[in-house]
Each structure stands twice: as C-alpha cells, then as structure tokens.
C-alpha cells in the first residue's frame, strides 16, 4: 500500500510540474486599434500598462507593458460587426495555413498552439491578440 502511495504522489508531482512549466511558457500579447479616420485606417492605442502593447502571463493572472509590436506580415481589412464600416489592421501571420474560427464579435486564425485574433469592440476599435502556449484559449 505505501508503495502504491509513493506512485500516486510521484505521479501527481511530475503531473504538476509539467502543468505549470507550460502555463509559465504560455503568454499573449493584445494591441489595441482604434479607428484613425473614415477609409479604415487604424492607429495603435497605447495599453493602459504604459507600452504599445500588454502581455499577459500566467493565465492572465499578471499582465505588463510589452513595447515589441511585432512586424506585421498582413494588413487585414474586416468589416466591422459593430459599426459595419471596414477596418484595416495589420497583423502578423506565421508561416503555415490556419484553421479559421469565428463569433459574431471575433475572428481567430488557429495554427494549433499559436493563434492570432481580432476581436471587435463596440466603439470601433480593434483589439490584435497573439496567443501561444500550453493550455492556450480555444
């Protein structure tokens, strides 16, 4: 029976271990666009953190300013769900082809453990969120 017990508890530990090495390796960044004029035009929004963009780590349980926008492969231009007027946004694709889920409100080019959205907001805007890692959102 003690044997038994060590197993169990030796298991339980190297399942928690692997749990948690990938939720610390997991992260998103989200950018904040807000329409710039009447043609679809978009200008970056400063997080409220204070860089370019916000990251969240740890399942967003810690979220900080991250100054890297990343260089954008693709300008995509959406019709907007709320406002019904176009938006272009650039976004940045990794190579590779996606599955492509959508809602009402947001559009997400999955690549498996990597997935790029936008997701619309009610006044306008647009928020570009890049998300990989374990235990990533589907």
Not at 92 to 114: Q, V
């Amino acid at each position: 029976m003690r044997a038994c017990n060590q197993w169990i508890t030796a298991l339980t530990a190297t399942a928690l271990v692997i749990l948690f090495q990938g939720m610390v390796g997991a992260g998103q960044l989200r950018y904040h666009f807000v329409p710039a004029n009447s043609y679809g035009v978009t200008a970056l929004k400063p997080a409220e953190t204070g860089g370019a963009g916000e990251k969240a780590l740890l399942m967003g349980l810690v979220r900080e300013a991250d100054d890297r926008l990343p260089r954008p492969t693709h300008y995509v231009t959406f019709r907007h769900p709320y406002t019904l007027a176009p938006v272009t946004v650039p976004m940045t694709f990794p190579p590779g082809t996606p599955r492509l889920e959508h809602t009402p409100t947001r559009i997400i080019y999955n690549y498996g453990s990597y997935a790029v959205e936008a997701r619309f907001q009610p006044d306008g805007s647009v928020d570009v969120i890049y998300d990989t890692g374990f235990l990533r959102r589907p």
